[in-house]
């Protein structure tokens, strides 16, 4: 059981350059999460999926991409890289039906730096 | 416009004593309070939750109090342990969604 992935651990891009993070786990969990942390700030929700097909926008969705073909894998897609999208990003998983609040599982995350 | 403030970034706490991290928060509608632990260079953890019902909620060595007139809660760490030393963020969410709005953490250090 390894829990939630991220793929790649660090990453460097130019300007303008695309890439997408890779995030998966075998839990089963139905709902996904995107994070962003920077410095002296909290994460921040990127997007969020909760089942296979259905995703939704988070606090701030600009510049990302997110899709889910699969319970298990929740990519996130940079479009056109910028410095301000320079940050440290987690993905998270958790069972969601029915429940009243859901503790979050997060992978280990990717830190993203942006040229 | 800030929801959530941990307003102490750092805290250094002796081994054995007790630690106290404050969280406030503007939103009346939250319904549940977590807490989450980091460790660098990993994700955060889920270490406690508390419902807005509640007042208290205790797990071992963690105890989560809410003040609801306030709008102020604290994780108490009894005792402390060198173990404890991370960044530890409060994560309230409000009614009918699992969006949660982190504050900006607390760096707790555990001295030996």
């Known amino acids: 059981n390894a829990g939630v992935t991220q793929t790649p651990k660090f990453q460097v891009l130019k300007t303008g350059q695309s890439m997408t993070l890779q995030c998966a786990q075998d839990?089963?969990?139905?709902?996904m999460s995107w994070y962003r942390q920077d410095p002296g700030m909290g994460l921040r929700l990127i997007h969020y999926?909760?089942?296979?097909?259905?995703?939704d926008q988070g606090e701030v969705p600009n510049g990302y991409n997110v899709s889910r073909s699969t319970t298990e894998d929740f990519p996130l897609r940079l479009l056109s890289a910028a410095p301000s999208q320079t940050s440290v990003y987690f993905c998270?998983?958790?069972?969601?039906?029915?429940?009243?609040?859901?503790?979050?599982?997060f992978g280990p995350g990717t830190r993203l730096t942006v040229l | 416009d800030q929801q959530v403030k941990q307003n102490s970034p750092s805290l250094s706490v002796q081994e054995g004593r007790i630690s106290i991290l404050n969280c406030d928060y503007t939103?009346?509608?939250?319904?549940?309070f977590l807490w989450y632990k980091k460790y660098p260079a990993e994700g955060p953890t889920f270490l406690i939750s508390?419902?807005?019902?509640?007042d208290k909620n205790e797990d071992g060595r963690f105890t989560v109090f809410l003040n609801k007139s306030a709008k102020h809660l604290s994780l108490h760490i009894v005792p402390s342990q060198p173990g404890d030393s991370a960044v530890y963020f409060c994560?309230?969410?409000?009614?009918?969604?699992?969006?949660?709005?982190f504050g900006t953490g607390t760096r707790l250090k555990v001295l030996a």
């Open positions: 998270a998983s958790s069972y969601s039906h029915g429940i009243p609040y859901n503790e979050q599982f």
């Open positions: 839990m089963n969990h139905e709902y």
């Open positions: 999926s909760v089942g296979a097909g259905i995703t």
């Open positions: 939103n009346s509608m939250f319904d549940y």
């Open positions: 508390i419902s807005s019902i509640k």
């Open positions: 994560a309230p969410k409000g009614p009918g969604t699992y969006k949660y709005i």
